[in-house]
């Protein structure tokens, strides 16, 4: 429907450029878009802004049908439509929002092959009406969003997915394709197995976000730790902040508001319109910070997200990978910071034991959380270490998170660890660290008098640290699978892998806590300064840009990058376009753009340089 009739022309490159407003494809994306041309199925995993919509846009625009695209997510259908629509390309979607004469109208111009591309959530597309709807249909490609969602080993499992291998059995002819942005081996298992695509072709681009910096740090007053790393960091950047309750959510949200920021919280007890009110707000106006629970986030293609915090320990690396990937979309510098302690496993373990999952998932999830932890307590570059936990090799040191800038010192711990093992076993394997901690320093609290502990031979053998050390001795200790958790109660419990420390046959060390995170070289971090301009003119022509931008998209109701991402206003200040045809080279700028945009853009450019050069 959209080829050319120039045989000397490709039209995939065509059509990149005429409604996208770019040259040449990334990485793989090319390569898939032809793969699946070609009818052939594929996964494909791709980090978090390296272009995975592309690879199912563009075929929607050069196959003669449309494209349907299952994505679990009401705001993220919102806001690709709203984009796609910017750029010339006739998508829309079926979702709960909308009333029974919106839906009919969409499905009325399915039928009149007046859509390309059509998003759906699973649980609307699985029903038996509608799979008999999309059997009318000339459909060409299924693509299937955040294909992760299918694994019940995954971080975000959502069961309607395990649904969508019917594609394959009513739809045998027609190509599908599973994107995603994390997934371990496992994942990726059953990626295949639940969807039938067996035969699918794998694409696996690095996970690396070289532009993301990693602070990890012990927890000691959370919340003064965010206010210093906002302060020194992102003190006018929009941001999220994740908590592991709804009741801290709302707590952290005031918090930060009290403390001159704009905040709103995220979560599912809010109800439906405060929170798709609060995320509106946090896509469309700029500087504003979202705290908020797990619930808030996959899919949010916000792309000038400054930073992403976490004030307690996510449940798995794949969670982390997935939540810190919303921040620098753009390719920006940005910050992912976390605060952890022992504290957040005892209530991650007490969630899991008394959530109704199978005893193998349970398990799995065990797993998990520990190698979240340990990945905490690494004294090793983190680049390296996430992404090896998703099977890949990086050859180097990244220089770009906080165990590179600053080395993590450690020091011999064998006794140590002895005096805290010990102390385990002698008080009966059932209490909690600050119990522990408070025998090994020799405190006669009431507690201990009443269990008779000041009589043990561990008592007050502990005074060489302070009571802040003893924890970050316990915590790693976990890490390092000496002790686990107890999950109920938060106790205690010696593992088989202690047995060699306690006889002396194995050295332990452990790492030196770093009283205050520390921050990065001026010179390599430019987080807070993601835009340069070489004069005082050019940061003026980009606020005055910014300012259209802003006025546009409130007009129309949409985000502001919908309109034109941060990237195609700074070449617009770089380059200084003074024709249509200038600005058509422009990254970003496809033709609906140019004819919608182009007077304007070039009457704020123009006046802009008069002003600054006497004219």
Avoid at 17 to 32: A, D, K, L, P, T
Avoid at 241 to 248: D, E, F, H, P, T
Avoid at 369 to 390: K, S
Wanted: proline share 5%; net charge positive.
């Amino acid at each position: 429907m959209h080829q050319s009739s120039n045989p000397t022309v490709d039209p995939v490159l065509a059509v990149l450029r005429q409604y996208f407003g770019f040259e040449s494809f990334r990485g793989f994306q090319r390569e898939i878009i032809d793969h699946l041309l070609a009818g052939q199925d594929a996964i494909v995993l791709m980090p978090t802004g390296g272009g995975k919509s592309l690879c199912y846009q563009v075929p929607a625009l050069v196959l003669p049908g449309v494209v349907v695209v299952v994505s679990p997510l009401i705001a993220l259908m919102q806001d690709q439509v709203a984009a796609l629509w910017q750029n010339g390309i006739r998508a829309a979607f079926v979702n709960s929002t909308q009333t029974p004469q919106e839906t009919a109208s969409v499905l009325w111009q399915a039928r009149q092959g007046a859509l390309d591309l059509l998003y759906m959530a699973p649980e609307r597309l699985l029903m038996e009406s509608s799979l008999a709807f999309l059997s009318q249909l000339p459909v060409v490609l299924f693509a299937i969003d955040e294909a992760h969602c299918v694994s019940q080993w995954g971080h975000d499992f959502r069961p309607e997915y395990l649904g969508l291998s019917v594609l394959s059995e009513r739809f045998p002819g027609v190509p599908r394709l599973a994107v995603t942005a994390t997934a371990t081996a496992v994942t990726r298992a059953d990626i295949m197995k639940h969807l039938n695509l067996h035969q699918a072709r794998l694409f696996i681009a690095s996970f690396d976000r070289p532009n993301i910096h990693y602070t990890i740090v012990p927890k000691n007053d959370e919340k003064k730790q965010l206010k210093q790393f906002l302060d020194a960091e992102h003190p006018h950047d929009a941001g999220i902040v994740y908590c592991l309750s709804r009741k801290r959510v709302e707590e952290v949200a005031l918090w930060v508001e009290k403390s001159g920021r704009r905040a709103l919280p995220y979560h599912a007890g809010l109800d439906k319109e405060t929170r798709q009110r609060n995320q509106a707000t946090f896509l469309r106006e700029e500087g504003v910070i979202i705290v908020a629970t797990i619930a808030f986030g996959m899919g949010i293609d916000k792309p000038d997200v400054r930073f992403v915090a976490h004030l307690d320990l996510p449940k798995s690396l794949e969670a982390y990978c997935q939540e810190i990937g919303r921040a620098g979309r753009d390719g920006h510098p940005a910050n992912a910071f976390l605060t952890y302690g022992y504290e957040d496993v005892v209530k991650l373990r007490r969630l899991l034991a008394s959530s109704s999952v199978t005893e193998p998932v349970r398990r799995i999830a065990r797993q998990q959380l520990d190698t979240m932890l340990a990945y905490c307590e690494t004294t090793q570059c983190r680049r390296q270490l996430l992404l090896r936990h998703f099977g890949e090799q990086y050859p180097r040191a990244c220089g770009n998170c906080d165990t590179c800038r600053a080395p993590i010192a450690t020091w011999d711990g064998t006794i140590v660890a002895q005096k805290a093992l010990s102390c385990v076993y002698r008080t009966g394997q059932r209490f909690g660290v600050e119990h522990l901690v408070d025998v090994l320093l020799g405190k006669t609290t009431e507690r201990i008098t009443s269990l008779d502990h000041e009589k043990i031979t561990t008592f007050g053998i502990g005074s060489e640290l302070s009571a802040q050390q003893w924890r970050s001795v316990f915590r790693q200790l976990v890490a390092a699978d000496l002790l686990t958790v107890e999950p109920l109660h938060g106790g205690l419990r010696l593992t088989q892998r202690c047995r060699p420390v306690l006889r002396g046959e194995q050295s332990v060390r452990f790492r030196q806590e770093v009283e205050v995170c520390t921050p990065a070289k001026k010179e390599a971090q430019s987080a807070k300064n993601p835009h340069s301009f070489p004069d005082q003119q050019s940061k003026e022509l980009w606020q005055s840009l910014k300012t259209f931008r802003q006025e546009i998209a409130r007009q129309q109701g949409i985000p502001a990058y919908c309109i034109f991402h941060d990237a195609t206003l700074q070449e617009m200040v770089d380059k200084r376009p003074t024709t249509e045809h200038d600005l058509s080279k422009i990254n970003g700028i496809g033709i609906r753009k140019l004819k919608a945009y182009s007077n304007e853009l070039l009457r704020i450019i123009k006046q802009f340089d008069q002003e600054n050069s006497g004219g």
